[in-house]
């Protein structure tokens, strides 16, 4: 069963606009952890912010925030003042079962336009 | 954040030769890594849990004899291909969390293998 829905393949954004991609999860567990990654055409997946399930204020760092809605089991990322560098992959994933194994999603390709 | 060190970045082998990949956590002990196969625009598909000091816990369909993991020591995972075949052309990965109560992964860099 998927556990981490990506419904967006692909989005573009306008330079300087925010953007926002959406996250489902399917979990039976009190205790899970919510998490997204970005990875460029280097291939490198790199650590954006993360989201814990009893956390009950929304998660930002920086550019990047969380709009989690637990009852609704989503945690969309929201990228403000998007940049030229901010194209890539985004991944959303989820870990759960004392924070083991990690599920990702299928990802969204994010454009920024200049 | 944590750093991942993964070598090499890229190999190219001819088919039928083994070919290993390094996963060191560079300022941080690791007792679990994980490695992740990752095909052109896909996501990332775990491939198996690297444990220091005991035998790794693969994912349902991955090969073990296929795909063999050492984790030797708390810094260090590797994962080794043997008798590379084509369709074992892809890109690796390995992640390792320094964070035992929020669990971020740190990934490596990945590493693309071309079997010829």
């Known amino acids: 069963a998927q556990k981490i829905t990506q419904t967006q393949p692909g989005m573009f954004v306008q330079e300087k606009e925010a953007v926002t991609l959406d996250c489902t999860y399917d979990t039976s567990d009190q205790s899970y952890g919510l998490f997204w990654y970005k990875q460029p055409s280097s291939g490198e997946m790199i650590f954006l912010i993360y989201?814990?399930?009893?956390?009950?204020q929304n998660a930002t760092e920086g550019r990047y925030s969380l709009n989690f809605q637990k009852a609704r089991k989503s945690t969309n990322l929201v990228i403000s003042a998007s940049q030229l560098g901010d194209s890539a992959m985004y991944f959303c994933?989820?870990?759960?079962?004392?924070?083991?194994?990690?599920?990702f999603g299928s990802g969204t390709k994010l454009n920024v336009k200049p | 954040g944590a750093v991942v060190s993964q070598h090499p970045s890229w190999v190219i082998c001819k088919s039928g030769t083994s070919v290993k990949i390094e996963c060191r956590s560079l300022d941080f002990q690791a007792t679990t890594m994980f490695w992740y196969r990752q095909f052109p625009k896909q996501s990332l598909m775990l491939m198996a849990t690297s444990n220091e000091g005991s035998k790794a816990t693969y994912e349902q369909g991955v090969e073990k004899d296929k795909f063999l993991i050492n984790h030797a020591s708390l810094t260090l995972s590797t994962l080794t291909v043997t008798s590379a075949h084509p369709e074992d052309s892809s890109f690796y990965i390995c992640?390792?969390?320094?964070?035992?109560?929020?669990?971020?992964?740190?990934f490596g860099a990945g590493t693309r293998l071309s079997v010829l």
């Open positions: 994933a989820m870990s759960q079962n004392n924070f083991n194994k990690f599920y």
């Open positions: 992640s390792a969390s320094q964070d035992s109560i929020r669990n971020i992964q740190y």
């Open positions: 989201q814990g399930s009893y956390d009950e």
